[in-house]
């Protein structure tokens, strides 16, 4: 994207809308800050071209007008300062105006959440956020399930509007991986239940070649399968939906491969002391927390095959080293295959770092539920009107 092509930016306002919405500790110490980096392209751009640049973000879910202290985003106004190589400073009170920002400068707006109207994108908010701006770009991708007012309203009553960089990149690493795979396309499916990823599931189940299933979701499908699984997390009504899965993807020609073997522990605890076992020989009181290595090599050797991955959620209690097991080669095979892959989600970023595998991944999506969302074949809104404005 270069911010709009159809406006001369600089001297111009460009409002940024990023997702700086990112972890902290409890003295307010940011945890984590790839959102923070991959917000640095479009501010820079912006810089760069000579516009007077402000930029938003939502932190957390706070209630709107009673500001809490963890609520401000002044720590993220010192860490995108320190990556820009210059002063952030932070406004306050902001939706009437009343700040200046130079052309060439950046200032960052706080908290957008704090705005009576931000989240049920009220009119009134929308209009005075659109005349704060010469553009609106809107970069959050992150947040563009959202239709809130910085999200959606604003991309309405802007002059112009327009995707900034790192929504673009989310976008086109997106639909080259669903929308015109080089194939096999592969995608693994893990986390704790099939009840929030149903329907993931069966929008995956349509395109995909291989479907894999992971964790606690891996549990209902053995249910499904007729296996006792003892004291496993499950759901065991949704064993009719697993089963309707996996039938989807036999008509395809593929079997949801399930585990052979598991690691199963009485606890789910850094001290729990884990066992491999067979999947026919998991007993009463037992816990699945991983799959076991006979089964890791036969999804590994899938990936090895794959030409497009798709991955969300990992394959067990990878935070403990004895439940890592899945999730380890999982992560080095997705390393080592030649395939485009492309991974979201808090759990699964959390695996990449834990193995270090962040530079193998082919595209790293920024977005938690907007990530899911666009798994389940939804249309992001806040995409979608800028496509709208695009395109009157
Ligand atoms: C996220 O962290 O997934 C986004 O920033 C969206 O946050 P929200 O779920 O509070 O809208």
Known sequence: SDLCARGEVRGKRVFIRADLNVPQDDDGRITEDTRIRASVPAIQMALDAGAAVMVTSHLGRPTEGEPRPEDTLAPVAQRLGELLGRPVPLITNWVDGGFSVAPGEVVLLENCRLNKGEKKNSPELAAKLGKLCDIFVHDA??????????????????????????????MDAISRALENPRRPLVAIVGGSKVSTKLSILKTLAAKVDQLIVGGGIANTFLLAAGKRIGDSLAEPEMVREAQQVMDLMKER????????????????????????????????????????????????????????????????????????????????????????????????????????????????????????????????????????????
Request: net charge negative; with cysteine; aromatic share 6%.
């Open 141 to 170: 991708f992150g947040t563009a399930h959202r239709a809130e007012a910085t999200t959606y309203g604003i991309a309405e009553t802007a002059p112009i509007a327009c995707a900034g960089p790192l929504l673009a990149a989310e």
């Open 253 to 392: 020609g593929a079997e949801v491969p399930l585990p052979v073997d598991v690691v199963v522990a009485d606890e789910v605890s850094s001290l729990a002391r884990a066992n491999r076992v067979s999947v026919d020989e998991v007993g009463p009181h037992d816990r699945i927390l991983d799959i076991g290595p006979k089964s890791a090599a036969r999804l590994a050797e899938i990936i090895a095959h794959a030409g497009t991955i798709v991955w969300n959620g990992p394959l067990g209690v990878f935070e403990y080293d004895q439940f890592a097991g899945g999730t380890k080669m999982l992560a080095s095979a997705i390393a080592h295959s030649d395939a485009f892959s492309i991974a979201g989600g808090g759990d699964t970023l959390a695996a990449i770092a834990k193995f270090h595998i962040t530079d193998r991944v082919g595209y790293i999506s920024t977005g938690g539920g907007a990530f899911l969302e666009v798994l389940e074949g939804k249309t992001l809104p806040a995409f979608e009107v800028l496509q709208r404005r695009a395109q009157g």
